[in-house]
């Protein structure tokens, strides 16, 4: 008895272990600041997949590219294989299908071509009597016929646009529109294969009115340089070959466009960049005003452009990044409460996102060898949302999957709602509530950080900023924290400011007092008076170089002094900057601090050293090296300060400060410049061609030690290799 227990227990787990992965929804994740994906709760779950057999097709979709849905939840499917489009209601069964139809002139046979794209345009219109009534247009993107069809809602032909005529259309122009879409006001826009210009805007009869959105193109250097050797013609035609065309369109409530696209082979390297920098020119999902601006906010951190792992396959047996190069983002689909989710073709993944560009979610992927899990996709091509459920079209199986939300969705939906509705003590709550099921989400972080500020709560909100790394967020809560601060502290603020100004002003008038005693003192000079001669030295490099070597106002050890302040002030700015300038808390220690300075230093010293003996230069080494660490002298001063000023400013002015550290950076390189010259008494021509020289030279000895370095190590290598060698055969 007890053996068939535990028979049947393993029966059980087997089955179970076989069972399990079909139920299992493919992860759902986030990524980090540093570009790591954190594994979050499911914020959709497979609720049903939807087939041919399921809607009761006759004839089965093949590769159906499109889907929509309206605000009664009725489903429209795009089906270019079979020239149709399979029209739904909202429970999955099989309303009606568009496919042959009597046009407005009179062929009864006329039918759809490759309709790639549907569009349903739900609005009020005025009837003849002056009542308003609510109207439903469905048009449809017939590809091979180049033209958009209208159907009423009950899919009743209306009428046709064919391809527009204008004089700015170039001679040899394919019309082929694969996706459309229409404003309030009847605006019909449409994206068209090889359509390089943007998005074609047309009235609601159907004429040209012009393009939006163009895409910007990438031109090589031999691109650049060829350019200049053809002809007008030529320039013109060349342009289609480097420009890329949307591949998808939808409109939003507010009338403004969302378009995506695939970067061409040529434009992988600047959509890789825009994923961090941000930019939109090269960017794959862009949201378009009726001008042609693109106003999309990228504030998370990275572009909303779908998977970050983009080149490194990830360490772990997870499915994140399992695929390299860019997302093809391929459709996109507006949410609730201004969310967005888009598709990425190439990993079959789904990636949502807030109104500010933050990514509240991933999920999906391709099956793996143990067959398709839930929430995986062989192909997809296609998104919607039918309320609160999101459908994606799966164009390999012939398939849609409805996904609906958990509770942790909902309560994610309610707190970016609360926080739309300015309902800001719920969204803390909702917000709270998220981080105790999901406590790596920076979004909820944020989320927080706008909830306080807009609750008045300021410092507050920099804390959560701080935790979120949003350097934006929290300079506009520090901004006004920082304005109520300076009314309650007005004395202090004026006060602080006075007594450094007047501790500076006493500092250079003590260093002045030491320096003009030294200067007639006709002894040996102290360390004091050798360190504070930098002081005058930095004001007037030419007299000062010219005694710091004649007159021997300076010294090694004071040259090492003002190096090691250098090497301090580095450090400090390193570690202690303020949160927007250093928001990741970057920290560096004093030994790589000092190696970062020393190393160009010697490289500096030796190679200038080793040019100016060749053509008569008047320094020795010990005065290039004194001269070059005096030279040094504005680091310190001006470091430390700035590095106090962090403190003070926000990221708008945070130029202020780069100005003030290019400043001080100019200043360095032009007492360098001084003491070449003083110190060799060189000609000005001579010595910028010195200076010129000493740059190659520093490169030259970096390649000989690198040389030298591998060298060294093989033969290392060599020798460690015979003794094992020997050890073995002895």
């Known amino acids: 008895m007890k053996k068939v227990i535990i028979s049947r227990i393993a029966i059980i787990c087997c089955l179970v272990m076989i069972l399990c992965p079909m139920f299992v929804n493919a992860a759902t994740y986030t990524y980090s600041i540093d570009g790591e994906a954190l594994v979050s709760p499911d914020a959709y779950e497979s609720y049903r997949t939807i087939d041919s057999s399921t809607i009761g097709l006759e004839v089965a979709l093949s590769s159906p590219t499109d889907i929509k849905a309206d605000k009664d939840g009725n489903i429209y499917i795009a089906d270019p294989f079979n020239n149709r489009i399979v029209v739904l209601d909202k429970y999955y069964n099989f309303k009606f299908e568009i496919s042959k139809f009597t046009n407005m002139n009179g062929i009864s046979g006329d039918s759809l071509k490759g309709c790639q794209g549907v569009f349903v345009w739900e609005g009020i219109e005025t009837a003849d009597d002056g009542s308003y009534i609510n109207e439903k247009y469905i048009y449809v993107a017939d590809t091979e016929n180049m033209r958009i069809v209208i159907f009423d809602e009950n899919g009743n032909y209306l009428r046709h646009l064919d391809k527009p005529s204008s004089d700015v259309f170039e001679e040899g122009d394919i019309y082929k529109p694969e996706a459309v879409a229409v404003s309030s006001s009847k605006r019909i826009y449409v994206v068209s294969a090889q359509l ?20 910007k193109a990438v031109y090589s250097l031999f691109d650049v340089i060829w350019r200049n050797f053809q002809t007008q013609e030529q320039r013109e035609a060349s342009v289609q070959n ?22 061409p082979a040529d434009e992988a390297g600047s959509a890789e960049a825009a994923l961090t920098n941000k930019s939109g020119d090269y960017a794959t999902v862009k949201k378009i005003s009726t001008s042609g601006d693109d106003i999309m906010k990228r504030n998370g951190f990275f572009a909303p452009m779908g998977e970050v792992a983009i080149r490194v396959r990830a360490s772990s047996a997870s499915s994140y990044g399992q695929t390299t190069g860019i997302s093809d983002i391929v459709a996109i689909a507006i949410g609730d409460e201004g969310t967005y989710s888009i598709i990425d073709e190439k990993r079959s993944k789904v990636y949502t996102y807030n109104q500010k560009g933050e990514l509240l979610f991933a999920f999906g992927d391709k099956p793996g060898n143990n067959g398709a899990q839930i929430g995986e996709f062989n192909k997809v091509s296609s998104i919607t949302y039918q309320g609160s459920d999101m459908i994606i079209l799966d164009a390999h199986t012939n398939s849609f999957t409805v996904f609906r939300r958990t509770k942790y969705g909902d309560l994610l939906m309610t707190a970016i709602e609360h926080n739309n509705d300015r309902k800001f003590s719920l969204a803390i709550e909702d917000w709270k509530a998220v981080l105790q099921r999901n406590n790596n989400f920076d979004a909820a972080y944020m989320g927080l950080g706008d909830a306080y500020y807009r609750n008045g709560d300021y410092e507050t909100a920099m804390e959560y900023y701080k935790v979120a790394y949003d350097t934006v967020g929290y300079s506009a809560a520090f901004k006004l924290w920082r304005k109520g601060f300076v009314e309650k ?22 260093a002045a007092k030491i320096n003009a005693k030294a200067a007639i003192s006709g002894r040996r000079k102290t360390f004091k008076e050798e360190f504070f001669y930098a002081f005058h030295l930095i004001f007037h490099p030419f007299d000062g170089f010219w005694d710091l070597k004649h007159e021997k106002r300076g010294s090694v050890r004071g ?41 160009p230093l010697l490289l500096w010293t030796i190679a200038n050293w080793c040019l100016t003996t060749l053509f008569n230069g008047e320094g020795s080494l010990k005065d290039v090296f004194i001269a070059s660490c005096y030279s040094l002298a504005p680091i310190p001063l001006i470091i430390f300060i700035t590095t106090l000023l962090t403190y003070c400013v926000t990221d708008t002015e945070a130029t202020f400060i780069s100005l003030i550290i290019s400043v001080c950076y100019v200043w360095l390189g032009l007492l360098l410049f001084c003491s070449t010259m003083v110190t060799h008494d060189y000609s000005l021509g001579k010595n910028i061609a010195t200076i010129i020289g000493t740059i190659g030279g520093m490169a030259v000895i970096m390649f000989i030690c690198a040389l030298f370095t591998g060298l060294f190590t093989k033969m290392i290598s060599f020798i460690s290799n015979i003794i094992t060698e020997i050890q073995y055969r002895s």
């Open 559 to 599: 040259a090492i002094a003002w190096l090691g302040l250098a090497v301090l002030a580095f450090t400090y700015q390193a570690v202690g900057e303020a949160f927007i300038f250093n928001p990741r808390g970057s920290m560096s220690s004093v030994i790589m601090q000092l190696s970062a300075l020393l190393v």
């Open 242 to 263: 480097i420009s890329s065309p949307f591949n998808n369109i939808i409109i939003d409530d507010d009338g403004f466009l969302w378009v995506t696209k695939v970067p």
């Open 489 to 510: 502290n007005i004395i202090w603020v004026i006060a602080v400011p006075v007594a450094a100004i007047f501790l500076i002003g006493w500092l250079f008038k003590f």
């Open 196 to 215: 390089y210009q943007g998005v074609m805007t047309l009235n609601d009869e159907g004429e040209f009115c012009g393009y939006i959105g163009a895409t």
